[in-house]
């Protein structure tokens, strides 16, 4: 009797082994795939920064070259941009590449976040309005006055090239300080909308 159960065990033990060993290959699948899939950040965030350098230098065919075949763009408070290879390209052209900023813009990095497939960009653009910006201000003239604001740029990235950009700020903030907008009774703010994220201990909206 006892060298029966002697052989059930061993063969139930030689069943585990080969059910574990059979097992193996698909528990070390996700690590393997966790491997091969590695996204490389830093050139996430090289990438992001030669499209930007790109558009501020006035080259277009640079810009292009780091968008994917597809790309859409999107300035969500003007909702100006283009849809498509061709639609980017030519708001690019005609809009933007080159005539992003006027000359004494200034840019300030708040934070980046670079996941697996998009990049989070927070920054602090000051200028003098002395130039029309059709993608920031369309169909307003110049108006010399000093801007501040605060813009967040979410970027999809994939094979190496960027798929999309949502561009978001306060243009209420803008229009404050373009003269665009009276902020007496409104839940609004100029400049110092921009300046508190540059600095938190700024003081807070009474309420």
């Given at each position: 009797?006892?060298?029966?159960?002697?052989?059930?065990?061993?063969?139930?033990?030689?069943?585990?082994?080969?059910v574990?060993?059979?097992?193996?290959?698909?528990a070390?699948?996700?690590?393997?795939?966790?491997e091969?899939g590695?996204?490389?950040?830093k050139?996430m965030?090289?990438?992001?920064?030669?499209?930007?350098?790109?558009e501020?230098?006035?080259?277009?065919d640079?810009?292009?070259?780091?968008?994917?075949?597809?790309?859409?763009?999107?300035?969500?408070?003007?909702?100006?941009g283009?849809v498509?290879?061709?639609?980017?390209?030519?708001?690019?052209?005609?809009?933007l590449?080159?005539?992003?900023f006027?000359?004494?813009?200034?840019m300030?990095?708040?934070?980046?976040?670079?996941?697996?497939?998009?990049i989070?960009?927070?920054?602090?653009?000051?200028?003098?309005?002395?130039r029309?910006?059709?993608?920031l201000?369309?169909?307003v003239?110049?108006?010399?006055?000093?801007?501040?604001?605060?813009?967040?740029?979410?970027?999809g990235?994939?094979?190496?090239?960027?798929?999309?950009e949502?561009?978001?700020?306060?243009?209420?903030?803008?229009l404050v300080?373009?003269?665009l907008?009276?902020?007496?009774?409104?839940?609004?703010s100029?400049?110092?909308?921009?300046r508190?994220?540059?600095?938190?201990?700024?003081?807070?909206?009474?309420?």
């Amino acid at each position: 009797m006892i060298i029966k159960r002697r052989s059930i065990f061993g063969k139930l033990r030689h069943l585990v082994v080969a059910v574990a060993a059979a097992a193996l290959p698909s528990a070390r699948r996700p690590a393997e795939a966790k491997e091969a899939g590695t996204v490389d950040r830093k050139a996430m965030s090289d990438l992001f920064d030669k499209h930007v350098n790109a558009e501020l230098a006035g080259d277009l065919d640079t810009t292009m070259a780091t968008m994917s075949d597809n790309p859409w763009l999107n300035h969500v408070p003007t909702q100006a941009g283009g849809v498509g290879r061709d639609g980017v390209r030519a708001f690019y052209r005609d809009h933007l590449v080159g005539k992003f900023f006027p000359p004494d813009v200034k840019m300030t990095p708040i934070s980046r976040t670079v996941g697996d497939a998009s990049i989070v960009d927070e920054v602090l653009i000051s200028f003098t309005h002395t130039r029309k910006i059709d993608w920031l201000l369309p169909g307003v003239a110049p108006t010399g006055k000093p801007v501040e604001m605060a813009v967040a740029v979410i970027v999809g990235v994939k094979d190496g090239k960027i798929t999309h950009e949502h561009i978001y700020w306060d243009q209420a903030s803008v229009l404050v300080q373009i003269g665009l907008l009276d902020p007496k009774g409104l839940p609004v703010s100029g400049a110092e909308l921009a300046r508190k994220i540059a600095d938190p201990s700024l003081p807070p909206r009474r309420i």
